[in-house]
């Protein structure tokens, strides 16, 4: 069985950033933090200075595990930030990739004590950094039971923006060391840790971000996938009046909205017991005492096993909603306007939802759907057999329903709610697969499979514009081939980003389907049901 790890770097596409030859690189300036200094690596080459594995949190061990993040003990001397950090503890799914698993040139330790970020910066040949750029704070992708910041390169961003953002990519706790639902989280722990953590250090760039060049009032999120769910959950988080505004720009890419239960739902609690269970923790008097005192590895089996045992193509251990930082389902907040942010561009590819469909076993769209969410009824699972019945072949309409349940429709909510200050934008390149658009923007060592630098730079470059301007039209390069892109309010425009059969790049406006934003409305109104 293939892990998630395997599902996000091949489907994504990226390889493992090797760092940087000596022979191109020096030692850069130490940038003290307050609790500790750390010293990073010029990139001669490019003039990039990077910071790779700062401690932004204190290590979620021993008594704090499940607990929110603390700041970082005080660290006597210079640290040196000049190797990827070991990442979070990963889980396995029972979701196989389509594509082959990309191997590694480095093997990054898996631990609980992963709560660091990477920090890079266009700097002049001594390190020093170019002053008040605008920052990007990147959220990897992985199901929220995998990922890492190993897998990206911040020098792919700067290089996009003509050196005109400081890029930062966190990591945070995953799988059931970051998403432990049920009560007893509740009372004695704190739910969603991995998104908190994601607050923890978006509020850690707010505080230190002018030190590596960063202004941070111009900071933007940017995640793909659960990275892009997380985006949508930071949106939403303290009914949209988070205090201070940790950003002004969010961006999605293939936003992942799977169900948010309420945290003490039937299902939240049968996962919490499954994890006692599985632990050995079943008959203890103080179930949260027994689990922070279980050993990582124990801890970690259970995770595999309780997400191997998942319905294919779902995601167990994922956010709830806590009534707290998540008050209430994402939907509902988007619905009435309850955002932080200023703008949004929104991205999703095609056919979302194959990868996460069992390719191998025939079902129909109304049976498939009452797998997909066990609140539904017959009711609801006949409204969805009328509503893609002339879509195709019934594997065609079953990748239609979690594609578009799941990712390309919860885009359309967020895009909503973001009236007059929004972008949307579909890749389209074949086979247009969740995942397939990253290795456009981070290619990191790879090649992208539609290898035209005219559509590279024109999709790469329309997000580092948005970061830098708010607006897609403001261009890093004007000599793009994008044309004027509207917000998507106007007759509901999209940019597509495509290639003709000859290999020609197509970059051109296109209008939403309407009878897409109709299915689109069938599953907002079904929110209650599918507990987004």
């Given at each position: 069985?293939?892990s998630?790890r395997?599902?996000?770097r091949s489907?994504?596409?990226?390889a493992f950033?090797l760092?940087?030859?000596?022979a191109?690189a020096?030692?850069?300036?130490?940038?003290?933090?307050?609790y500790?200094?750390?010293q990073?690596t010029?990139?001669?080459?490019?003039n990039?200075?990077n910071f790779?594995?700062?401690r932004?949190?204190?290590?979620?061990?021993?008594?704090l595990?499940?607990?929110?993040?603390?700041?970082?003990?005080n660290t006597?001397?210079?640290?040196q930030a000049?190797?990827?950090?070991?990442?979070?503890?990963?889980?396995?799914?029972?979701?196989?990739?389509?594509n082959?698993?990309?191997?590694?040139?480095?093997?990054?330790?898996?631990?609980?004590d992963?709560l660091?970020?990477n920090?890079?910066y266009?700097?002049d040949g001594?390190?020093?950094p170019?002053?008040d750029?605008?920052?990007?704070?990147w959220i990897?992708g992985?199901?929220?039971?995998?990922g890492?910041?190993?897998?990206?390169?911040?020098e792919?961003?700067?290089?996009?923006?003509?050196?005109?953002?400081?890029?930062?990519l966190?990591?945070y706790?995953?799988?059931?060391f970051?998403?432990?639902?049920g009560?007893?989280?509740?009372r004695d722990?704190a739910?969603n840790?991995?998104l908190?953590?994601?607050?923890?250090?978006l509020r850690?760039?707010n505080q230190?971000?002018?030190?590596f060049g960063?202004?941070?009032s111009k900071v933007?999120?940017w995640?793909e996938s659960?990275?892009?769910?997380?985006?949508l959950?930071?949106?939403v988080?303290?009914n949209?009046?988070t205090?201070p505004?940790l950003f002004?720009?969010?961006?999605?890419?293939s936003?992942?909205?799977?169900?948010?239960y309420?945290?003490?739902d039937?299902?939240?609690e049968?996962?919490?017991?499954?994890?006692?269970a599985q632990?050995?923790?079943?008959t203890?008097?103080?179930?949260?005492?027994?689990?922070?005192?279980?050993?990582a590895?124990?801890?970690e089996?259970a995770?595999?096993n309780?997400?191997i045992g998942g319905f294919?193509?779902t995601?167990?251990l994922?956010?709830?909603?806590d009534g707290?930082f998540?008050?209430?389902r994402p939907t509902?907040?988007?619905?009435?306007?309850k955002v932080?942010g200023?703008a949004?561009?929104a991205v999703t590819?095609t056919?979302?939802?194959?990868a996460?469909?069992?390719?191998s076993v025939a079902?129909?769209?109304?049976q498939y759907?009452l797998?997909?969410?066990?609140?539904f009824?017959t009711?609801q699972?006949?409204?969805?057999g009328?509503?893609?019945?002339?879509?195709?072949s019934?594997l065609?309409?079953?990748d239609a329903?979690q594609?578009?349940?799941?990712?390309?429709?919860?885009?359309?909510?967020?895009l909503?709610?973001?009236?007059?200050?929004s972008?949307?934008?579909?890749?389209?390149?074949?086979?247009g697969l969740?995942?397939?658009d990253?290795?456009y923007?981070?290619?990191?060592?790879?090649?992208?499979?539609?290898?035209n630098?005219?559509f590279?730079?024109?999709f790469?470059?329309?997000f580092t514009?948005f970061i830098?301007?708010?607006?897609?039209?403001i261009k890093v390069?004007?000599?793009t081939i994008?044309?004027h892109?509207?917000?998507?309010?106007?007759?509901?425009t999209?940019?597509?980003?495509?290639?003709?059969?000859?290999?020609?790049p197509v970059?051109?406006?296109?209008?939403?389907?309407g009878?897409?934003?109709?299915r689109c409305?069938?599953?907002?109104?079904?929110?209650n049901?599918?507990?987004?």
């Amino acid at each position: 069985m293939l892990s998630l790890r395997s599902l996000s770097r091949s489907c994504a596409a990226v390889a493992f950033f090797l760092a940087t030859p000596l022979a191109r690189a020096q030692t850069a300036p130490i940038v003290d933090l307050g609790y500790a200094q750390y010293q990073g690596t010029v990139d001669t080459a490019n003039n990039i200075t990077n910071f790779l594995g700062i401690r932004y949190a204190a290590a979620p061990l021993g008594d704090l595990r499940f607990r929110a993040p603390q700041p970082p003990a005080n660290t006597t001397g210079v640290q040196q930030a000049t190797v990827e950090p070991n990442e979070c503890f990963q889980a396995a799914t029972g979701l196989a990739p389509t594509n082959p698993l990309e191997t590694r040139a480095t093997q990054i330790v898996a631990t609980e004590d992963c709560l660091f970020l990477n920090v890079y910066y266009p700097s002049d040949g001594a390190g020093e950094p170019l002053q008040d750029l605008p920052t990007l704070v990147w959220i990897h992708g992985g199901g929220y039971l995998a990922g890492a910041a190993s897998s990206f390169n911040g020098e792919d961003i700067i290089r996009q923006s003509n050196r005109g953002v400081v890029v930062v990519l966190i990591q945070y706790r995953l799988g059931v060391f970051g998403f432990l639902p049920g009560t007893a989280v509740k009372r004695d722990g704190a739910l969603n840790a991995g998104l908190l953590d994601q607050d923890f250090a978006l509020r850690w760039v707010n505080q230190h971000i002018s030190k590596f060049g960063g202004d941070s009032s111009k900071v933007t999120i940017w995640g793909e996938s659960a990275g892009a769910g997380s985006v949508l959950q930071h949106v939403v988080a303290n009914n949209g009046q988070t205090e201070p505004q940790l950003f002004r720009g969010a961006i999605t890419s293939s936003t992942f909205l799977p169900s948010q239960y309420q945290f003490n739902d039937r299902i939240p609690e049968m996962l919490f017991s499954e994890v006692l269970a599985q632990t050995n923790c079943s008959t203890a008097t103080d179930s949260m005492a027994c689990l922070r005192a279980a050993d990582a590895s124990v801890l970690e089996t259970a995770n595999n096993n309780i997400n191997i045992g998942g319905f294919f193509g779902t995601f167990l251990l994922v956010p709830v909603v806590d009534g707290v930082f998540i008050t209430q389902r994402p939907t509902l907040s988007l619905m009435e306007g309850k955002v932080n942010g200023e703008a949004l561009l929104a991205v999703t590819n095609t056919f979302e939802g194959t990868a996460f469909v069992n390719q191998s076993v025939a079902v129909t769209a109304e049976q498939y759907s009452l797998d997909l969410f066990p609140k539904f009824g017959t009711v609801q699972a006949d409204t969805v057999g009328t509503l893609y019945a002339e879509l195709g072949s019934e594997l065609f309409q079953v990748d239609a329903v979690q594609g578009e349940s799941i990712f390309i429709c919860p885009t359309y909510y967020i895009l909503s709610a973001f009236q007059g200050r929004s972008f949307k934008g579909e890749f389209a390149v074949p086979p247009g697969l969740h995942g397939n658009d990253v290795v456009y923007y981070f290619p990191g060592t790879s090649t992208p499979p539609f290898n035209n630098t005219a559509f590279v730079d024109a999709f790469a470059q329309s997000f580092t514009s948005f970061i830098i301007n708010l607006d897609p039209n403001i261009k890093v390069d004007p000599a793009t081939i994008t044309p004027h892109w509207d917000i998507f309010d106007v007759n509901n425009t999209e940019m597509l980003f495509n290639k003709t059969v000859a290999g020609m790049p197509v970059v051109q406006p296109i209008r939403t389907s309407g009878a897409l934003l109709e299915r689109c409305q069938f599953w907002n109104s079904v929110g209650n049901l599918t507990a987004q």
